[in-house]
């Protein structure tokens, strides 16, 4: 039994000798190179878009000095429609012209005039607490919230502003009654 045994181990020996010679053997072969191209387009932003809630209180009145008084406040969200991420670094908020759109550089963009009496414009409010002014210029009609943040798609910033009507020492009646359109810019 002895005998039996040793070769069953010769056997495999030669058959584990062989399977490892077979393994080792070479292969030829061409070395060789080559190049393709392909590409991808890159989409782009979309428009942000901008919506505001309006007051409808009408209980704006001549307030002598700016953060004190009747103060209106409006609330606005800015949505990222797009499929990516958009930043959102400011959002200005001035007095447009009468149908909310972006204010001129000069006056006259929007006024109201009753008979006789000094029209009402957008230098007679003031906008996020800033000084009152031709509503352009930031610091003298309108107001500038600096987010800076990353919409991720869908998403909705929100915010507000004030809006306060300031005494000019005049007659404002022609203020009396007019709705006042605020422009909101994104970007």
């Known amino acids: 039994m002895k005998r039996f045994f040793s070769n069953k181990i010769r056997v495999a020996s ?12 070479a292969y030829a072969y061409f070395s060789s190179s080559g190049q393709g191209t392909g590409s991808a387009v890159v989409g782009s932003s979309s428009t942000l878009t901008v919506s ?14 700016i953060g004190t008084g009747v103060i209106d406040t409006v609330n606005y ?10 930043n959102l670094a400011n959002v200005v ?3 447009g012209t009468s149908s909310g759109t972006s204010p001129n550089t ?7 005039t009753v008979a006789a009496n000094p029209a009402c414009t957008s230098a007679s409010f003031s906008v996020g607490g800033q000084a009152v002014g031709d509503g352009v210029t930031a610091g003298s009609g309108s107001f500038t919230v600096h987010p800076n943040v990353d ?13 306060q009507l300031i005494d000019n020492s005049g007659n404002q009646n ?12 994104a970007s």
């Open 77 to 86: 969200t800015v949505t990222n429609p797009s499929s990516g991420n958009q």
């Open 151 to 163: 919409l991720t798609p869908g998403q909705v910033f929100s915010g507000t502003v004030t809006l």
């Open 52 to 65: 505001s809630t309006a007051d409808v209180a009408a209980d704006l009145v001549p307030n002598t000095t």
């Open 106 to 112: 000069t006056e006259g963009n929007w006024t109201r």
């Open 174 to 185: 022609s203020c009396q009654g007019a709705t006042v359109p605020l422009y909101i810019a």
């Open 14 to 25: 030669v058959t584990t000798a062989l399977v490892l010679g077979l393994s080792g053997a």
């Open 93 to 95: 908020i001035s007095i």
